[in-house]
């Protein structure tokens, strides 16, 4: 049982550039989302699933694309990198859709855009 | 609308003292959930206790007790007899049952550092 896991640990994109950054879990959880960690700021919720074919957005979705073909994955896209999405990104699931049991997070990711 | 406010930002102390982290939420939400995460050095984020709003008893494990009052809506974390492995950031955070349910609000967090 790995939990939530995510690659890659690290990347240094330029602006302009794109990428996908993997979440995975294998606890069968219905809810999956991602956050974002910046100095000062907690973590914000970029945005989230309840279930295969189900996103929507969180508190900061923009610049960010997610799909749901799975229950196990749910990866977040960034179609044209700015120094902005500079930051740690977290994925996490949790079994209900509800909000009353804890989320698991992954490792994180640390992105770069120069 | 969900906030969660963690107040101190830093706390540095030395190693076998108490130190308490604050933690004062506001929701219009009678049903919801309180967490507390734990951030060490390495990055992951550990979940350390959950706690509804039906629940107010306070909770201990081992040296960490909670101290949950909707009174004052606080959700306290205390760490008793404090270790250098304790050093952190911790997050509290609020998540809603209901319409904001998909929302896990986090505080800021607050840096602990423990000296030997």
């Known amino acids: 049982n790995a939990g939530v896991t995510q690659t890659p640990k690290f990347q240094v994109l330029k602006t302009g550039q794109s990428m996908t950054l993997q979440c995975a879990q294998d606890?069968?959880?219905?809810?999956m989302s991602w956050y974002r960690q910046d100095p000062g700021m907690g973590l914000r919720l970029i945005h989230y699933s309840v279930g295969a074919g189900i996103t929507d957005q969180g508190e900061v979705p923009n610049g960010y694309n997610v799909s749901r073909s799975t229950t196990e994955d749910f990866p977040l896209r960034l179609l044209s990198a700015a120094p902005s999405q500079t930051s740690v990104y977290f994925c996490?699931?949790?079994?209900?859709?509800?909000?009353?049991?804890?989320?698991?997070f992954g490792p994180g990711t640390r992105l770069t855009v120069t | 609308a969900q906030k969660v406010t963690q107040a101190q930002t830093e706390i540095s102390v030395v190693e076998k003292e108490d130190v308490t982290l604050d933690c004062v939420y506001e929701t219009r939400d009678t049903t919801y959930y309180l967490f507390w995460y734990k951030q060490p050095p390495s990055g992951e984020l550990v979940f350390l206790i959950r706690?509804?709003?039906?629940?107010?008893q306070n909770e201990i494990s081992g040296r960490y007790s909670w101290n949950f009052q909707k009174s004052t809506s606080s959700f306290n974390f205390t760490i008793t007899a404090s270790q250098v492995v304790d050093s952190a950031v911790y997050f509290c955070?609020?998540?809603?049952?209901?319409?904001?349910?998909?929302?896990?609000?986090f505080g800021q967090g607050t840096r602990l550092t423990i000296n030997p």
């Open positions: 606890m069968n959880h219905e809810y």
């Open positions: 706690r509804n709003s039906f629940d107010e």
């Open positions: 955070a609020l998540s809603e049952v209901g319409g904001g349910a998909q929302k896990l609000v």
């Open positions: 996490a699931s949790r079994r209900d859709p509800v909000g009353s049991y804890e989320q698991y």
